[in-house]
């Protein structure tokens, strides 16, 4: 883990018919996920006027006066959907994330039964009014986006050694989120993080940004660059797909460094549904590597990290109006910041 470069693997052989090309593009998925937990994807197919679309939507969104944002503030949601202004993420290290958002997942119904029931991450998407073209850009987007991260799963559940199907039968109703986020021009920008380090709560990410300030953490604690690579996606290994592996892919420590140019970036964090219970697969315990995980309850997980992450729900936590699960772990208990100080793995309070 060592590594001091992202390796660059493209996909476009993915599902050949050509079974040597196939293979060559899962040697190399399998090599970037047990060597760095992050690479850059190219040969992915997703058209680039679909990838403009998203990012008209993001510049004419949040250009918009503050109070037209707020209308749509992720605080007014019951399953966390909408405007995040800046300074309402708070990341393990304590320091507010200088950058504001827009938060959506899988456009449910508001007669969804598991919204109906409560469910903290499921139910309808909050759009903001007037603003045309805005969610028909983003939707094509979640669309294109959510079908290569199916490809991807495939091709992981391959590395792995699995069938092919293997891990979609996880993948029926998931809250995997997008997120728009801006980071402001900011021309006194200095070292420090712009978003704090973590890792991601799902089971990988995908995420294009539209200018550099990624760093990744290797295996000595060191920050790698992550340079800009125009057209390609950044992927990087989440939590479940780590405890799934039990450790063979690792899940990866990154963060956004303060950079004086305005940036945007669109991650859609690739989920498995909300009851899954993730525990470490068979073909990766023994008598001589153990478990090193218990059984984690994948939506719990994923509402666990983000309650102790956003303002409006540790207020909610703080009233009574909502609580941790039980087995919630404490912010960057995954990853190479976790090792490097171990503490961090205790139950948070």
């Not at 470069?5 to 996909?11: F, L, Y």
């Not at 939707?139 to 799963?153: P, S």
């Not at 290797?218 to 690579?229: K, S, V, Y």
């Amino acid at each position: 883990m060592s590594f001091d470069s992202i390796p660059v693997v493209d996909i476009a052989d993915l599902g050949s018919p050509d079974p040597a090309a196939h293979a060559a593009v899962i040697r190399r998925l399998r090599d970037a996920a047990e060597q760095v937990g992050f690479l850059y994807v190219t040969g992915h197919g997703i058209p680039g006027e679909t990838i403009a679309g998203v990012r008209q939507a993001a510049l004419d969104f949040f250009a918009l006066p503050a109070a037209r944002k707020m209308e749509v503030y992720i605080g007014h949601s019951r399953n966390h959907r909408g405007y995040v202004p800046e300074g309402e993420e708070v990341s393990a290290g304590g320091t507010p994330d200088a950058k504001e958002a827009f938060d959506l997942s899988i456009d449910l119904p508001a007669d969804d039964p598991d919204y109906l029931s409560g469910n903290p991450l499921l139910g309808p998407n909050q759009w903001p009014r007037d603003l045309p073209g805005f969610g028909e850009n983003v939707a094509a987007y979640y669309e294109a986006t959510f079908a290569v991260g199916h490809r991807l799963l495939r091709g992981f559940s391959e590395a792995l050694g699995l069938p092919p199907d293997h891990l979609s039968q996880f993948v029926t109703k998931p809250p995997s989120q997008l997120r728009l986020i801006h980071y402001p021009y900011n021309a006194a920008a200095s070292d420090r993080p712009g978003m704090g380090a973590h890792t991601d709560y799902e089971v990988f990410t995908l995420l294009l940004p539209t200018a550099s300030g990624l760093e990744v953490m290797n295996g000595l604690g060191e920050w790698i660059d992550a340079p800009l690579m125009p057209g390609a996606f950044v992927i990087n290994i989440g939590d479940m797909l780590e405890v799934w592996s039990n450790g063979t892919f690792a899940a990866t420590s990154h963060r956004v460094r303060r950079v004086t140019q305005e940036r945007y970036s669109f991650p859609l964090f690739f989920a498995c549904d909300y009851g899954t219970s993730v525990e470490p697969l068979a073909p990766f315990v023994s008598q001589e590597r153990p478990a090193a995980y218990p059984p984690i309850q994948a939506g719990e997980h994923l509402f666990a990290q983000t309650a102790q992450t956003f303002q409006y729900l540790k207020r909610r936590i703080a009233s009574g109006e909502i609580s941790l699960p039980e087995q919630s772990v404490a912010l960057s208990s995954f990853g190479q910041a976790a090792r490097h100080t171990p503490s961090s793995s205790s139950r948070p309070t």
